[in-house]
């Protein structure tokens, strides 16, 4: 028997306290929607669905809970709502889907559709991913294990809303139910009682980690990737602090939402083509999220990845200096210096080689250098230049002597070593606080380029 399980969204208990939602006109949002469930329940039932009402004592998480320990292959829920806003022209209904999921988005369509047809008078706000929602993202349609829709029946706060909703409730319920069978029926295929209910059966998909095959599969669930748990622990997802990582066991390992690992810095991709869940974690890297301020470091990039990070910057970035990505990270290696470091700080600093401030691009000063005269330096190539960048880093950063000849005109103006930290350049190379953190930003837009976070 094909399952159908609906929650009246508000009406929980969040922190001990009841959510009861929007209140106007002598009622309030959790009353509407549990009246309209109510509505809704018996007429499913009627139609030989198995409808599962979630308990309104429960708070969002425990009702997600509550949905995953019962669910059954071919499931579906549904959260009902009828929004508020300061605005009381805003009105109309809406579905909310998981964002970058294209049959969700269809199945919203659908269950919209089938709403209106029964309401006519009521707008529609059309079917919008959960990264439109006012959170950004929506727990439900995101952690429930069925596949999942939030539906925004109208809102309270407009007088037209507001008497379709408390006078038409019977229309709304019959309209949301014949949504709900066409979803059960673009799911399944099949009538509301299949004959003979089986386990379910999920198709299994590749993983790679970091460019490498590994060699567990993992699975497909309501068009979600998931993988073993185990896996989380390989790539530095400490899950046990995330609440929110949806687990399910099926044929005796348990699995884990891949999405849901991104708080972790973990990078998760899929190739439609091979089937393949693509994971990227820092952790397996030489980049560690605790130690990626340290100046005195190895960088992690390769040339390439530095000019198309350069390029995203600025299109025209490499046609004075073509070589600059290359001669960073040779002179920032011989020295010890993190090259990806002083490369994103040359991009602070000359704004992807614009060059905005005094500094012409025939200076080859990459980093607001001073020569020691009161004047901006002057070097006479890009390789010496980026050396002298290099040099006044390591002399901020760290008391070891320099490997090349100096040609850092400041260098024995500066206190040795005491800024081993990014951060701690901030009013010491530059006179702005936030130095420093700018730096830092371009560096994890660089990563996040590379496919490194």
């Known amino acids: 028997m094909a399952q159908i399980f609906i929650s009246a969204g508000h009406g929980g208990i969040e922190n001990g306290v009841r959510d009861t939602g929007a209140r106007v006109g002598g009622t309030t949002e959790a009353q509407e929607m549990i009246a309209l469930r109510n509505l809704m329940v018996p007429e499913l039932r009627s139609r030989g669905y198995d409808v599962l009402s979630v308990p309104d004592d429960l708070s969002l998480v425990q009702s997600i809970d509550w949905i995953n320990a019962r669910a059954r292959s071919g499931a579906v829920a549904i959260e009902l709502h009828a929004e508020q806003f300061s605005n009381t022209a805003t009105r109309g209904a809406s579905m909310y889907y998981i964002a970058n999921n294209r049959d969700r988005q269809a199945q919203a ?183 990626i301020d340290v100046i005195m470091s190895l960088g992690s990039t390769t040339e390439t990845q530095l000019a198309i990070f350069l390029r995203q910057g600025n299109q025209n970035a490499l046609d004075l200096f073509p070589d600059l990505p290359k001669i960073y990270r040779q002179e920032g290696t011989v020295e010890g210096v993190d090259f990806d470091i002083a490369f994103c700080q040359m991009c602070v600093e000359t704004d992807f080689l614009r060059f905005p401030g005094l500094i012409e691009p025939t200076q080859n000063n990459f980093a607001g250098l001073a020569d020691g005269t009161g004047n901006l330096a002057s070097f006479v190539s890009a390789t010496i230049g980026v050396r002298a960048h290099i040099q006044h880093l390591k002399a901020y950063a760290s008391t070891a002597p320099l490997v090349r000849d100096k040609v850092d005109p400041r260098f024995d103006f500066v206190k040795r070593g005491v800024a081993p930290l990014v951060d701690q350049l901030s009013g010491l190379w530059s006179a702005d606080p936030l130095y420093g953190e700018k730096i830092l930003a371009r560096l994890q837009e660089l990563y996040k380029t590379a496919g490194l976070l």
Do not use: H
């Not at 809303?161 to 709900?180: C, P, W, Y």
């Open 109 to 291: 369509e659908l269950v919209l559709l089938n709403l209106l047809r029964e309401v006519p008078e009521l707008p529609s706000r059309g079917v919008q991913p959960d990264t439109a929602s006012g959170t950004g993202r929506l727990a439900f349609v995101r952690q429930t294990l069925p596949p999942a829709l939030v539906a925004n029946i109208g809102y309270l706060t407009n007088p037209q809303d507001f008497a379709l909703i408390t006078q038409r409730r019977r229309n709304f319920a019959i309209g949301l139910v014949n949504g709900l069978a066409a979803w059960i029926r673009a799911i399944t295929g099949n009538s509301p009682t299949p004959p003979n209910p089986v386990a379910p059966e999920y198709p299994t998909i590749n993983i790679e980690i970091n460019g490498s095959t590994y060699k567990e599969k993992g699975i497909i669930i309501s068009g979600n990737a998931y993988m073993p748990v185990d896996l989380a622990d390989v790539i530095g997802a400490n899950i046990s602090t995330g609440p929110e990582v949806l687990r399910v066991r099926y044929r005796g390992t348990v699995y884990v939402k891949a999405v849901d690992l991104k708080p972790f810095s973990i990078s998760v991709g899929w190739d439609a083509a091979t089937r393949t869940l693509k994971l990227r974690s820092a952790a397996l890297l030489n980049i560690c999220p605790g130690t």
